[in-house]
């Protein structure tokens, strides 16, 4: 495999899975606010400095996908919420519910770097500070 492959593998555009409560938005049982899910109306809170994040990502070409627990049956009302947020995505998965996630991915014959990376965040701490 030539290094001018490699390099272009390398920087081929990435794709990133991305939580909405607590990650994007606030989530909402912060704050002693115990709702179990925010109703279509509800106007989510956007975490600070994530509509920036999430543009510079897709000027890079990067591949977003949000992930929740949120229950299949609250697909309508969550792309509403999102789209009145002016959170910008390219496919939503739902219903992974809440127990620890993983992200399991093979290593690319060649290529000397890590093909999956996690980061974990406090809770409604947000994506700003994220560097991919």
């Not at 949000?66 to 739902?94: C, N, P």
């Not at 992974?96 to 290593?107: A, E, K, P, S």
Request: hydrophobic content about 35%; aromatic content about 6%.
């Amino acid at each position: 495999m030539s290094k001018a492959h490699l390099m272009t593998s390398k920087n081929a555009p990435k794709t990133i899975f991305c939580d909405i409560d607590g990650t994007l938005v606030i989530h909402p049982g912060s704050n002693n606010n115990h709702e179990e899910l925010p109703k279509s109306k509800h106007k989510l809170q956007v975490l600070k400095g994530t509509l920036k994040k999430l543009w510079e990502w897709d000027s890079k070409g990067y591949r977003i996908i949000l992930t929740t627990g949120r229950k299949e049956s609250m697909r309508k009302a969550t792309v509403k919420q999102l789209e009145k947020a002016g959170i910008i995505y390219d496919q939503l998965i739902m219903g992974i519910g809440g127990g620890q996630r993983y992200l399991i991915n093979d290593l690319k014959p060649g290529r000397d770097y890590d093909t999956a990376i996690s980061f974990n965040l406090k809770r409604d701490k947000g994506i700003k500070d994220i560097e991919i």
